[in-house]
Structure formats: C-alpha cells, structure tokens
C-alpha cells in the first residue's frame, strides 16, 4: 500500500509560481511511476505531468510544458512538481497518482486527496 499526501497549493498571481509536494508513505513507492493530474472545477481530471521510478524520464501535457517541470527524491519519498508562469487557466484541484505504469491517463493505483492551486488574473 502506499499513502500520498499533497502540499504546496494556495493563492498566487498570474506569472507567479508555486512548488507542490507528494510526500508516500510505503516502502515500495521507489518502484512506482508518478504523475500530476488536476482537476478544475465542472471539468475531466486532466494529466499534467509524469515521471517514473528512476527520475529519468517525464513527459508533460503540452499546456504545462516549458514552465512545469517533475521531479522526485526516492530517498525522502518525495515528488515535486514546480510550476512557473502561473496562468488563470492552471486554477484546479491538484492530485499525485502513483501506478506501475507511467501513463497520461488516470489508470494509478494509488491517490491523494489533491491540493487547491488558484492563480488570480
């Protein structure tokens, strides 16, 4: 079993950035893909970004990239996801998912309770 917990999100400007975190419990999170999805409100869960066991491979939703980017530490079981030049547009609600698979869509085993990102115009 492995436990995500995100944190980080809050109320920030339009340009601003935000640093959220996904801190797992569970021995075996090192072994586990992990990806950003959010969710804004009356819309789908969109992905947003992956990265897998290793760290070294990510891929990103093509409205994020260049200003996002995904890391990890397998050390603290910890993933980052930095996000730069804030847009209206990246107001949602902020998931960590952890699967074996690194995949655009929602198919994870595991989920966080999200985290608010609101970025003001």
């Known amino acids: 079993q492995v436990q995500l917990i995100e944190s980080g999100g809050g109320l920030v400007q339009a340009g601003g950035s935000l640093r959220l975190s996904c801190a797992a419990s569970?021995?075996?999170?090192?072994?586990?893909?992990v990806a950003w999805f959010r969710q804004a409100l009356g819309k789908e869960r969109e992905f947003v970004a992956a990265?897998?066991?290793?760290?070294?491979?990510?891929y990103y939703a093509d409205s994020v990239k260049g200003r996002f980017t995904i890391s990890r530490d397998n050390a603290k079981n910890t993933v980052a996801l930095q996000m730069n030049n804030l847009k209206a547009e990246d107001t949602a609600v902020y998931y960590c998912?952890?699967?074996?698979?690194?995949?655009?869509?929602?198919?994870?085993?595991?989920w966080g309770l999200g985290t608010q990102v609101t970025v003001s115009s």
């Open positions: 990265i897998n066991w290793t760290g070294g491979r990510t």
């Open positions: 569970g021995r075996t999170f090192s072994s586990y893909a």
């Open positions: 998912a952890a699967g074996t698979l690194m995949i655009t869509t929602p198919q994870y085993n595991y």
